[in-house]
Each structure stands twice: as C-alpha cells, then as structure tokens.
C-alpha cells in the first residue's frame, strides 16, 4: 500500500477520532527551545477534557465538581518521536480503542503542521467516584456517546501491522 | 519470600538506586485535590536532573546552556497507582536499567509516605546534539558514572517475576 | 453616566485593545476549584505572545529565536478580584497605556463570561538583546504598530478617575 | 550606616522573616534560558506555603482540604530586577508587613547565590471560607503566630527611605 502510505503520514488519520489544535506557546517550551515533555502530558489532558465537553457533553466540571467524581489517567504510554517548536500549530488526535465498564483506552497522536507525527501516546482513563474510592460504570447514555469514537477492527488490525 | 515482601512494598528497593524526596505541593494538585498527572512527569524530569547534577556530576546547565546538547525523554511508560495528596513528602528513585551508546533506559518509583508505590515509570533518555540534532556517544566518563547506576540482572530477573 | 455603565461594566472595553479568548482548563485550576494564580500570570503571558505574534506580526519566536532577543516582563501589578472557575470561557485584552525608547506599559484586564472583571494587571515589558544584556530601541515600523495599540487620553483620564 | 549597606545588597536581611532555599530547575526555564516569570509567582505561593506549614503551623491541607477555607493572593506588585539561571540556588524571604482581620500584606523577595536582588514582590493575602464566599477573621492563635513575622517599624521606615 505504498500510494496509501505517500498520502498520509499520520496512518491513522482516516479512523474516526475527536480532533484539536493546539498551538505550542512560549510558556510550553524550555532552554532548548523545544516543547518540555510534561507539557506534552497536559495537551493530552486538554484534549480528554475538550473531548469530554465537547464530544461527550459530559464536562469535566460536571464530573469533577458537580458529581464528586473523576477520570484519572492511569496508565500512560507515550514516545515523542520529533521536537515541536514554538508558534506550530499542532494536530490533536484522539481515537478510542477500547471500552470497558469503567475504563477507556485511547490513543492521542500530535502532529505537526507538515504532517509528521510529533508524539504518540496510549492513555487508559477510568471513571471513579471520588467520596468512594472506586471505578463506577459509565452511565448508559455517556458509554453510547463513546462508543461512536471507537475505532473499527480493520483500522485496529491495520495499524498493528505498520 | 513473605518475608521480604513484608520488608519492603517497594520491590526494588534493594537495588542501586539515585534517591530524592519530593513535596508534593498546592502547585501539583489539581480541582479534584491530588497531584494533575503531568507534574508527576515534572518530578520525573527534576529526578533526572537531580541525578545529572549530583550523581552524575553532568549537570542540566552543562549539558543544554555550554555545550548545546540535550538529553530528551524519547520514550515514557508510567502507571499512575495510587494518588497523591497536598503535603505528603513522596520518594523518588530511578534505577538505571540499561545504558546504549546514547541512551539510558531508567525506571522511575514515586512512593509515598506509607511505602506504597504511587508512581511508577520508564523512560528512555537520548544524548543529543542540538545543533546537529543527531544522537552523541556519551563520553567516556560520563558513561563510567552512569554504569555505577545500573541495576544488577538478579534484580531485574526478581523484577521480571513479581 | 449611569447608562454608560450599564452598557458595560468593564470600564476600558471602549479603547482600542488586543482582545482573545481564553478557556479556564482543569490543569490551571487547584485544589481550591477555582483558577491558581501563577497561571493567570501565564494567560497575561500568552496573551503578550499572541498580541505580539498577531498584532504586531512580530513573533515570539522571531524575536526569541531567530534575533537573539527578549522581551522581559520587568515589573506587574495584579488584582485578583474575582475568582474564575473551571469551564468559563474568560476575554483577556490588552491596552498599550505608555511606550517609551524601548519599553511598553500596557494594562491586562480578565473578564468572565458574566462581563465581570476578573483580574486586572499592569506590566511593564521592555525589549532587550539578550546577548549584550541590554535594552534596545524598538525598530521603527514595530514602533509604528505598537502605536496603534496605545489607549487615547480621554480613556486614561476617565480611568483614572474611576 | 554605609558599612551596613556594604555588607548587605538585599536591604531587609536584617529584618525577622521566614527563608527557603529554592533551586532554580530545567522546568522553571524559557527559551530565553531563564525562569519564565509565572513560575517566580509559583515559587512566591510555595514560599507561602512553606511558611504556612513550618513557620504558621498552619498548613494548606488543613485550610483548603480539612476547613474548606482559603488563602488566595489579592493583590500582587512585583519588579523582575535580574533574570535567574538554571541550577542556580535562589533565598526566598518572606516579611510580613501588615496584618488586618482576615489580610496579611507581606513582602518577598528572592536574591541570587551573589546576594543581588532578583525579583522583590508585595502581596496581599486573605482568610476566606470558600463554602460560604466571604473573608473571615484569623483565629486567635493563627494571629499570634503570624505577629511573630511582622517587620518592626524601625526596618519598615528605613525600608521606605531606600
């Protein structure tokens, strides 16, 4: 699939996913002139929390505030593939890759303005109820919005092979 | 070896390992009250630049300011266990698990006041040239210094099997 | 002027001023729900950057990076009147009130979305070539375009009597 | 009191005051190779926690968390008057200059490993209880220990004249 290849760096790019730009600031970068890499961690957060507000309508102030409950990360896997410099526009992408009871598995790729990869990562969230120390199962109508960001088998399958 | 297990939560513990300890402040914490994940990554980059300055004798302003080099996290694995909270001074340690010839494969343990594992962590650091942005060899004593970091095999097996 | 006041209850939105939006996220907020004041001094920050990069065409990057300057923050003064929550989409604008050989003095206002003044600031920026250690004159055409943005003294008067 | 004058830059070192040391780290630092300087205002709020927790014995935990009280800066002046390098150890003073029912007014300033004046700041803090939005009155034995770190009047004139 050369040709498929040429058209797209980002080999994910055609599953379905929640999408953000992002612009690397000042404040985000370090002496090297370069994004510091826990920043990177907290553009992962921005983009779960602008995915849960915008694509779930499920804020992360209804979760954390008005309910009493959570979505922390707990489990993180990230390569930072090339430098991001200040002023680029990153693409934030997150694709869903699976849904448990209370857990979600999604991958998050930030691209830079000419298409190549910058940072990969896979990030498990769970939903917990704070006062209990506890998972909790998503509510129904919150697991049915998730699941329309899932990506099909076939991409699965696809990018397992690249 | 109930015995040992009962010594010791923090199963590495034993091994050599470059060891500060951590405030974990109003800064770190987050709406929901515990440390927002990216300033666990903040604590893990100042670990490393703690174990440059004193363990290494390479410090971060030598390495980034006077020679225009680097040494980026390329790659990060972290499960985030059990949360942190406002005050708890918490132990870092990071074990050296294997050293290329421009990179240094560490394992991180964030662990609390209690003992118990909060954070832990793997990252993959790269000598760089900035300039050239290519990987460097490490020089040869730094690489010396490093090596007296590295965690012996019987460790690692013992780490493999729990 | 009882009316003028209902049209609008921050009192400068009628001088010429660089305007953005500005998302209060959970990773500026702390333990106490509401937004911690270092990263309010970040928004002051990323608004400079923005008016610098969009209002003056005059990048942070272009000035950082490629000419070797800076663009100092030297003195701030900061009301914080309100606190602003998770979620509010806050509009920061800034007002030039003085430019001077290589200084600007500009006034920062954080509003909410309920039109209320949240933070109100004042800084004093100066250019400097960051490898002499010294201040410079702004370039001509830059100073050209920094004018523009400088509060007429009708508005500073009526401020000042407020 | 020229000699005086001589053997001191920071002008209030004489004055009763609650100190830290505070390392100036890779994270704290811009592309400029400098603290950028909503991370002084971090190290400003952990200087105040600090003095909360050793000087007060009165920690943030035990206001925000246990309480739900809060102490949030409401005002804030500060001159950036030297930029501050990675790895260098800063002092962080606080002065308490003036202490109302429920408003603390102190001054801060951090001085370089030279003893020269980096960033001299005034803030203004004040009890409030967070459920119930209002400012409350220090409790008695919270005002006596606070007393302790108020600067004479002798310091605070001599301050006014420099």
Redesign the interface.
């Known amino acids: 699939m050369a040709d498929a290849r040429k058209a797209t760096t980002n080999s994910i790019s055609a599953a379905p996913s929640f999408q953000t730009e992002v612009l690397v600031?000042?404040?985000d970068?370090?002496?090297?002139?370069?994004v510091?890499?826990?920043?990177f961690?907290?553009m992962?957060?921005?983009l779960v929390?602008d995915w849960c507000?915008t694509g779930l309508n499920f804020?992360?102030?209804d979760i954390?505030?008005q309910r009493g409950w959570?979505l922390?990360?707990?489990?993180?896997?990230?390569?930072?593939?090339l430098?991001c410099?200040?002023?680029e526009v990153l693409t934030a992408k997150l694709f869903v890759r699976r849904v448990g009871r209370s857990s979600i598995q999604a991958d998050i790729v930030l691209s830079g303005p000419d298409q190549t990869d910058r940072v990969r990562g896979k990030v498990v969230l769970v939903l917990t109820d704070?006062r209990e120390h506890r998972a909790i199962a998503f509510p129904d109508a919150l697991r049915h919005r998730i699941l329309t960001f899932v990506v099909p088998d076939e991409c699965t399958r696809k990018l397992k092979e690249d």
Request: net charge negative.
């Open positions: 600031r000042f404040a970068c370090d002496p090297a002139g370069i510091f890499y826990p920043r961690l907290e992962f957060n921005n929390e507000n804020s992360f102030d954390v505030v959570g922390p990360t707990v489990h993180l896997e990230t390569d930072f593939i430098p410099r200040m002023g704070r």
